[in-house]
């Protein structure tokens, strides 16, 4: 498709990747009287944002991101602009507990131990520290006991998509502190589906004039200082004083786009970054039957550290017939994902102490999207490795006031791997184009 304005004419910039920092960064040019054309590979928006309808409920399937983390102020306000309603995650945790094979659902206990050592890594000094530790060595250093470190590293690897022995512990401590300054442990969703943000991008950036190319992925990139030639792998070719590449980091390190000549910098930053693997499934039932068979009225997340996923949640406060099923991190990378399905169905069955065979019989369908197979992100979001904090910093960088990239790896401020994060390294890279000069 080609949503277009009609002939074709001099552009003054070209945006790849209508994920939300592509359209956030269009839509800023867009609206700024600049000639912009966006081009996406897939044959809708929105990237990693994947919404689909649901059933039944008010509430669809969300297959990449679903959560919006703590109250980051440019993504409230979209939502607020868009018309959307947000509604905020609340209910009981539980955790899974297994002791010679006898496992059993409880409140998750005492915490104090993991609390102390997030509260150590938000500690400013640490992310100024100069020597950075990988968060296996930082538990280590500090002693905690055999079942803290577990937690803290299945919680760890799970929210960041990580390894425990990769991840930077500046990075963390970074994010801990960008995490505390917007509320971050308040998790909300989109009622309407996260998908109408993207959506709701589009619609703004064609108003303003702007071109969108989707199904069309970019091929090759040619430039010089104040000019670029974009090839897609149809032989389209596009001119532009300027390209914002939002490609994910995934594909930006398989080199599935080749630049001439190559912003060595860029992908060496790049490289340093690493691309972490989720498993999500998402179990659409014929209504919700867990309160009644295991008392779980109210339940928000179930964590079961041994089992596969280990994270689970519900819809609460709203109530809809769905569990998603999670796992990340180290854990997802050894998991064969079209296996996740079925042995999350056992993993539910024993976790709600039912039998499997009544598990079944409420399931209407299960949703489950490879990430790490998808060509057009080879992954789920951005972490840290060791020694690499500074790696966003590199990549945000514009190259000749030319090249310019944004996407949540290109985040400055600590949110890597979130939808916030890549809406601020769009914005920002349409402001460093409209303030560029080219010499
Ligand atoms: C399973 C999962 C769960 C998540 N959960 C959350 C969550 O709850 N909360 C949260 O804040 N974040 C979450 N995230 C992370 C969040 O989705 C991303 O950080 C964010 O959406 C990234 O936006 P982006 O614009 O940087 O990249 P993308 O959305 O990936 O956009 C990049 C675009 O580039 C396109 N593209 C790729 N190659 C080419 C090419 N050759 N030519 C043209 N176009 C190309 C892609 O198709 C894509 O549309 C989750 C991610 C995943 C995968």
């Not at 860029?266 to 014929?286: H, Q, S």
Request: aromatic share 8%; hydrophobic share 45%; net charge negative.
């Amino acid at each position: 498709m080609a949503a277009s304005r009609g002939k074709a004419e001099a552009l003054d910039a070209i945006v790849i990747g209508a994920g939300v920092a592509g359209l956030a960064a269009a839509r800023t040019l867009a609206e700024a009287g600049r000639r912009v054309a966006l081009i996406e590979a897939r044959d809708r928006v929105g990237g990693r944002i994947h919404t689909v309808p649901a059933a039944h409920g008010d509430l669809s399937v969300e297959l990449g991101a679903e959560f919006i983390h703590g109250l980051p102020p440019e993504l409230i306000h979209l939502v607020e602009e868009a018309g959307l309603t947000r509604f905020e995650l609340e209910g009981d945790y539980r955790c899974w507990r297994e002791e010679r094979r006898v496992g059993r659902l409880e409140p998750c206990g005492d915490q104090r131990e993991v609390n102390r050592l997030f509260d150590e890594l938000g500690q400013s000094g640490l992310a100024q520290d100069s020597q950075d530790l990988s968060f296996s060595e930082f538990v280590a250093q500090r002693g905690v006991g055999p079942e803290a470190a577990a937690w803290a590293t299945n919680y760890v690897e799970g929210f960041n998509a990580a390894d425990a022995n990769r991840i930077s512990v500046r990075s963390l401590a970074k994010q801990q502190a960008a995490e505390d300054a917007i509320s971050g442990d308040r998790l909300s969703r989109v009622v309407e589906g996260y998908a109408r943000v993207p959506a709701f991008l589009l619609r703004t950036f064609l108003d303003a004039g702007g071109e969108l190319f989707t199904s069309t992925p970019v091929r090759s990139i040619n430039w010089k200082p104040g000019w670029v030639e974009v090839t897609t792998a149809a032989d389209r070719v596009l001119q532009a004083s300027s390209v914002i590449l939002t490609l994910p980091l995934g594909v930006l390190q398989a080199r599935s786009v080749v630049f001439l000549p190559q912003p060595v910098e860029i992908l060496e930053a790049a490289d340093r970054l690493a691309m972490g693997p989720v498993g999500r499934v998402v179990y659409e039932f014929d209504r919700s039957f867990w309160p009644q068979s295991a008392g779980l009225e109210g339940l928000s997340f179930l964590f079961a550290p041994e089992a596969t996923p280990p994270t689970w949640w519900t819809t609460s406060p709203r109530s809809s017939p769905m569990l998603t099923g999670w796992i990340a991190g180290r854990k997802a990378s050894k998991l064969e994902m079209a296996s996740l399905p079925e042995t999350g169905l056992a993993t539910l069955a024993s976790v709600l102490g039912s039998s499997l065979g009544e598990v079944r019989k409420h399931l209407l369908r299960w949703h489950l999207h490879d990430w790490q197979m998808d060509p057009y992100s080879l992954g789920a979001y951005t972490y840290v490795p060791r020694g690499a904090v500074h790696a966003s910093d590199d990549l945000s960088v514009p190259v000749e006031a030319t090249l310019f990239f944004a996407g949540e790896h290109t985040d400055t401020s600590g949110h890597w791997g979130t939808v916030h994060g890549a809406l601020r390294s769009g914005y920002r890279a349409a402001e460093q184009l409209l303030a560029a000069r080219v010499h």
